[in-house]
């Protein structure tokens, strides 16, 4: 075993570990999601994640500890990812499909990288612009109509436009937890932060959500949602100490490898919901390709 952490390093095991429980959240909360609406699922995962890092941070006497400073970046995590990135992401599973919306939310590495050269001042090589082209050509593969019945500006306009605003905002968390941890190297406190932070802003925007009235639940749903919710805070956890212990650039693609075993899953549990055809499978796998060449060999 430390054979492998040394081999792999313990940040990016703690990044896959993290895609695989992600991938099974997703499984849960596609199965919630059909008697759920996109909104009452935000509110119920986001409750459930923020009282577990909550209670961690209570057990371990570091929410009392902890300053102003990292809890201000915290809270813009959670306005930023499990806020605006979460609801538009839960939107556009229902209308595109499970394995559309987390291939296209897994361009969140190409913004990594903007971000990485606009902000951090950083270079891109060659491996950058093969992956860039990757992520391009799966979105695009993904993107084509599979039916004469809607044009690309439908699509644009009714589904895609959501995972695609998840993707970019989903990119900004880790370099505001970067920011926190110079602080205090507390993830459970940022989950706990972060999560509630998420939760509020939901709150106070709810008038401005399409369908933000519809709060529907019920007790089928609630189980598959807090099964997922379970998931979620275990690949929460898992992704936020191996970003405070590792390199963004190594854990964010790994932890992006999420479609791979939601192909899997969907297979095996969705049958019913989810269609995988071969232009899934071919832009699953240049997204994720193009994400980890962009990230992994910069």
Known sequence: MNQIISSIGLAELLAIACSFTFSISQIFIRLGMRTTSPLAATFII????????????????????????????FALVGF???????????????????????TITSCTPLWSTLI????????????????????????????IQETGSRSFKDWFQGALIFPLISSVVYALPPLFSKYAYVYQQTPEVGIAVAFSAANVFLYMIRPMIPGGDDVSLNRAGFFWLLTAAMFSAASSFLLWTAIMIGDVSTTIPLSRTAPIYILILSYFFLKKMESITTKMVMGTILVVIGGILITALR
């Open 80 to 102: 930023v990812g499990p806020g605006i990135g979460r609801v538009t992401y839960l939107i556009g599973i229902t209308r595109m499909g499970l394995g559309r919306s987390v």
């Open 46 to 73: 986001n409750s459930a994640v923020s009282l577990t890092g909550l209670i961690v941070s209570l057990i371990n006497g570091t929410l009392l500890t902890s300053t102003l400073t990292p809890i201000l970046w």
């Open 116 to 143: 990485a050269v606009i902000i951090l001042g950083e270079t891109p090589n060659g491996w950058v612009l093969v992956g860039t082209m990757g992520i391009v050509c799966g979105v695009s593969i993904l993107s």
